[in-house]
C-alpha cells in the first residue's frame, strides 16, 4: 500500500490501529510544518527537534482523539505543536538563565563588534522581536513559514488547508505592520 497518496483523515485512522508506516507517511507531510512553527516558538533547533518528536509520539498515543468536525489535520498538529511549545517555554521560564545568555548571536563574520555595535545590534533585534510577538498569530505563522522555512506561499496554503489568497493577505498584513513597527529604525536611513 502506497501510504504517501492516502488523504490525512485516512493515515490518522491507520495510525488508530498501530500501522507506523501511515504515521511515517504523516510525519513526512507535515514534520517540517511542526518543527518550523516550534523553532519560531522556541527558538533553538534542537528544542523544536524534541517538540516535533514529542509532537509526532502525541499523535501516535492520540490519534483517536482527533476529531474532523473541529479541523483538519494539520489544524490538530499546529495547535498540538504550539501548546508543546508553551510548555517548553514555561519550563524554560523556571530555569534560570545561564551566565552570558542574552548575548543570542556573535558579530558578524568578518566583523569586530565593538560595544558600541554591540548594544546597537541588540537593541534591533529585541525591537524585531518585540514587533514579531505583537503581530496576530495567524499572521505570526505564516510569516514563520515563509521567511524561517522557506515554504513558498502555496506550500503554506496547502499545509494550514488556506486558501492561497488568505496566506498571502497574511503575509502582506504582517509586513505592513512590521514596517510600521521598526519604519523609524530601518538601516537603509530613509529618514522615516
Do not use: C
Not at 522581536?129 to 505570526?140: G, N, V, W
Not at 505563522?141 to 506561499?153: D, P
Not at 489568497?165 to 505592513?176: D, Y
Amino acid at each position: 500500500m502506497d501510504y504517501t497518496t492516502l488523504d490525512d483523515e485516512t493515515l490518522i485512522g491507520l495510525i488508530m490501529h498501530a500501522r507506523t508506516e501511515a504515521l511515517s507517511a504523516l510525519y513526512d507531510r507535515y514534520g517540517r510544518l511542526v518543527f518550523g512553527l516550534a523553532l519560531n516558538s522556541v527558538g533553538d533547533r534542537a528544542t523544536a527537534e524534541e517538540i516535533t518528536q514529542d509532537v509526532f509520539l502525541r499523535v501516535w498515543q492520540r490519534a483517536g482523539q482527533y476529531r474532523r468536525d473541529r479541523g483538519q489535520v494539520s489544524t490538530w498538529l499546529t495547535g498540538i505543536t504550539r501548546h508543546r511549545a508553551i510548555d517548553q517555554l514555561r519550563r524554560d521560564k523556571a530555569r534560570p538563565a545561564a551566565p552570558g545568555a542574552w548575548a543570542e548571536a556573535p558579530p558578524e563574520a568578518g566583523q569586530a563588534a565593538g560595544p558600541e555595535q554591540s548594544v546597537a545590534l541588540a537593541l534591533e533585534r529585541q525591537q524585531v522581536h518585540q514587533a514579531l510577538a505583537a503581530l496576530p498569530e495567524d499572521q505570526k505563522q505564516v510569516l514563520a513559514l515563509a521567511y524561517f522555512q522557506g515554504l513558498s506561499q502555496s506550500q503554506i496554503a496547502a499545509a494550514l488547508d488556506l486558501p492561497l489568497g488568505t496566506v498571502k493577505t497574511r503575509i502582506r498584513l504582517a509586513m505592513q505592520k512590521l514596517r510600521q513597527a521598526l519604519g523609524g529604525n530601518e538601516r537603509q536611513g530613509t529618514g522615516r
